[in-house]
């Protein structure tokens, strides 16, 4: 038992939302006689699921900072609109569209964090009559019509990492993609030990250490093979190596920056943190800007799986999104929250709704599941802190991001 604590840093009855989601995994797998970790299954959880996952990694930053953000999927749904009118319209190249639906989506979000940081009206508020406004303008834009996007733009959304070199019934791309992961993770938490020893920070020792990253560097490994071993022509998916490159991106702001300590010290107690010196305002305004641009990528990946966009692209995706964060450990008041967190909650939603769709449970009482599940989750978080225990995604950073990025809002403000 005291080897369980270690390896899992706390409490071995709180080995968080990744054991709940290898216990999802395993219960669908029997339930459904091993549909669920099908190769093909597997990638269209990734391919079906990353714009949500994407839009998370904002949201969190948002909640963290203690704001709400309703408008994104309104949001991300007049990005693609206007999209894919410029292509289909205008003729421009898919590349130069990606980059005008980025450029939307820091507009939008300028907007909405001008009236959050500058005017003081609270977010939910301006991101409410967000979502109204852009989805009239949406249906405005694009006359509630259907708008086809070009095949080369697809690729963002439904398209494979290519095949390179020889022929061994895997995609090579996707298994090196694995390895080199789980090789810079072990020199990552080698190099992190290293430098606690030269500062005189005390550091584990023995097998137990290793056992941590083992484990994820076999599960990245076994998720490489089973994407790698689909039917020829599929591999790893280009939007979960959009999704992978941002989480490694926004995991080393959130944790190893300035910027994000000044984030989490906002959230924690805005008036502790300007004393120490942290401009709250800007934080507020990057973080509601930094959202919008990732709910207009969101979009655009989502329009380029469907090959098209349309008139209720986006309906209902914020609460998705705010279900990912909370299920993955923010809290409600700010000051909480990772984005490993924030993914791995979306991912337990995302094998939920798969399991239930493959056992045949119709789209109403998946609603009532996922909003149980939701409960659960955040209930569990509020009972263990209650507990003055760590959250239930605290350990998922620990010697993995070099410090835990769960603390109060005080700590980090003092920190700052």
Request: glycine share 14%; with cysteine; proline share 2%.
């Amino acid at each position: 038992m005291e080897k369980l604590k270690q390896i899992f840093g706390g409490d071995t009855r709180q080995f968080g939302m990744i054991f709940a989601l290898v216990a999802l995994i395993v219960l669908f797998q029997i339930l459904t006689g091993g549909l669920t970790l099908k190769p093909e299954n597997v990638i269209n959880i990734f391919q079906g699921n990353s714009y949500i996952l994407v839009m998370a990694i904002g949201m969190v930053l948002v909640i963290i900072a203690g704001h709400i953000d309703l408008s994104v999927g309104s949001v991300a749904a007049f990005a693609g609109i206007v999209v894919a009118i410029a292509m289909r319209d205008w003729g421009i190249p898919w590349w130069l569209g990606i980059v005008l639906g980025l450029v939307i989506g820091a507009v939008v979000g300028a907007w909405q964090g001008f009236w959050v940081s500058v005017v003081g009206i609270p977010a939910f508020i301006v991101t409410l009559a967000g979502m109204l406004i852009f989805r009239g303008a949406n249906q405005f834009v694009g006359h509630s019509n259907t708008v086809p996007v070009p095949n080369d733009f697809q690729v963002i959304g439904a398209g494979y990492l290519p095949e390179v070199g020889p022929d061994t019934g895997y995609n090579n791309l996707t298994l090196l993609l694995g390895v080199l992961l789980c090789v810079a993770i072990v020199v990552g938490m080698v190099r992190n030990r290293r430098n606690q020893r030269k500062i005189g920070i005390e550091v584990e020792t023995g097998w137990v250490v290793w056992v941590r990253p083992a484990l994820i560097c076999v599960a990245i490994l076994a998720a490489s093979m089973l994407m790698a071993s689909g039917r020829k022509g599929t591999s790893l998916p280009v939007s979960a190596l959009i999704l992978g490159v941002l989480v490694l991106l926004y995991g080393f702001i959130s944790t190893r920056t300035i910027v994000g300590r000044h984030v989490y010290a906002v959230g924690g107690n805005r008036h502790a943190a300007e004393l120490s010196g942290v401009r709250s305002r800007r934080i507020n305004f990057l973080v509601m800007m930094n959202m919008s641009i990732l709910a207009a990528l969101g979009g655009m990946m989502f329009v380029a799986r469907s090959n098209a966009s349309g008139p209720f692209d986006g309906v209902g995706w914020e609460l998705d999104v705010i279900a990912a964060v909370f299920i993955g450990g923010a809290a409600v008041s700010g000051g909480v929250g990772t984005v490993v967190g924030s993914v791995i909650g979306g991912l337990v939603m995302a094998v939920l709704n798969n399991g239930l769709q493959l056992l045949g449970v119709g789209a109403d009482q998946t609603q009532i599941y996922k909003g149980l599940v939701l409960l659960a989750a955040v209930a569990f978080d509020v009972y263990n802190k209650s507990q003055g225990r760590r959250s239930i995604t605290g350990m998922l950073m620990k010697n993995f991001g070099g410090r835990a990025t769960e603390g109060t809002g005080e700590k980090a403000a003092q920190e700052a």
